[in-house]
């Protein structure tokens, strides 16, 4: 696979810890994830997926450890919410479209935030939806969609800030399986085309064969990854393990 422009942004995790109430989500987890790669995590429900692409995304904080995006942890910046938008992409299983929008109006909504002139965030929102398939489908409502068109809306809407890191859980969870193809071909071609780091949760094989490598994850633990690459798509041997740095290793996460 080709990472485009190499545009895409650095993630660590460092010995990230995780809990809600009693229960331990993430025990003591590191991961590195390089610029332009594309990463499957894979585990059974409950094994800290989902916990963990909220961290990456700042969604939640660490008890325990550090995620930086790029050297800084987004929840530090003095505006943490405006650095997640400019840095980060987020697409869900459930893909969360307002109701009462259009197609285009739901791709806007991200660049009201931004600050972007109405007639800009029109121009951008038309031409992710050309980019998606749908510049036909601009003008309708959600329930007007099918489920994989209302899916290539919310990719669009990921998108509409250009961010470095496009995080996805279980983005094709709610669909069939051809159309589950569709918008996996369609999320691999933009990742190669724009050069983000793709970071993607899914039980579905199919991720984790087009995925430049995969991690999979049991009681928020590591417990397998495959090597990175030295670029994405090419092979590389696995780096030196070194107690003090972040690794994907079978050895550093195992127990």
Known sequence: ????????????????GKSFGQISALRELSLRVDPGEAVAIAGRSGS?????LSLIGGLEQPDRGDVLIDGQPIWRKPHPAHARRELVGFIFQRHLLLGTLSARANVEVPLIGAGIHRAERRTRALGLLEEVGLAA???????????????????ARALANRPRLLLADEPTGALDSHTSERVLDLLFRLRDSLGMTMIVVSYDQAVGARADRTVTLIDGRIQS???PSSAPG???????VSPSSPTTSRSAHAG
């Open 225 to 227: 990854a495959d090597a």
């Open 48 to 52: 800290g997926k989902s916990t963990l």
């Open 234 to 240: 090419e092979p590389r041997p696995s780096p030196p």
């Open 137 to 155: 489908r601009a003008d309708h409502l959600p329930h007007e969609l099918s489920g994989g068109e209302r899916q290539r809306v919310a990719i």
């Open 1 to 16: 696979m080709s990472s485009g422009s190499g545009a895409g942004a650095a993630v660590i995790v460092d010995r990230v």
